[in-house]
């Protein structure tokens, strides 16, 4: 094989495993900062009637072992009502719920945030008609699209 074949099936393998390692993953820019933007959406989420279970600052857990991270946080939510009836399409799908969103700074300062889609879980879980997939899908657009509204 000719070394620039080589180098190219190379770039191809990077960065066909950068594609995938964000499969499934919904994102949208936001124009506030990274606390900003989380606050919205846990204060979105509340205010939907979701259930909050953890906000996970990953900088601040950086921090403790010395190291520096741009500002990178989850939050973990959901409730019962959106969740039962996906789980019952397919029980494995709790390994994926609650349901989750990060949010995170880019190394250009650009902030995102995103989400798991739903679809994608139904695909991975095998239960691509599952009619819970709609209603989680709809959720999640607006309280995303409502935190990065101006």
């Keep these: 094989m000719k070394l620039s ?20 993953l919904i994102t949208v820019k936001s124009p506030y900062d990274a ?22 600052d990953h900088t601040a857990g950086a921090a403790k072992i010395g190291k520096i991270l ?4 989850v ?6 009502q959106g969740g039962t009836p996906f789980m019952e399409c397919a ?10 969103a990060l949010v995170w700074e880019d190394e250009s300062g650009q902030v995102w945030l995103g989400y798991n889609d739903p679809v994608y879980l139904a ?8 009619p819970a997939v709609d209603g989680l899908s709809n959720v999640l657009s607006e309280l995303a699209g409502k935190t990065v509204a101006h």
């Design 91 to 100: 029980q494995t799908l709790g390994i994926d719920l609650p349901l989750k």
């Design 5 to 24: 074949q080589l180098l190219f099936a190379s770039l191809l393998i990077s960065f066909s495993s950068l594609a995938l390692s964000a499969a499934g």
């Design 35 to 56: 606390k900003e933007t989380m606050y919205r959406f846990e204060k979105l989420a509340k205010k939907k009637g979701l259930n909050v279970f953890a906000r996970i």
């Design 123 to 130: 695909q991975r879980h095998g239960v691509t008609e599952c």
């Design 70 to 73: 741009r500002p990178t946080e």
């Design 75 to 80: 939050l973990i939510f959901g409730n019962p």
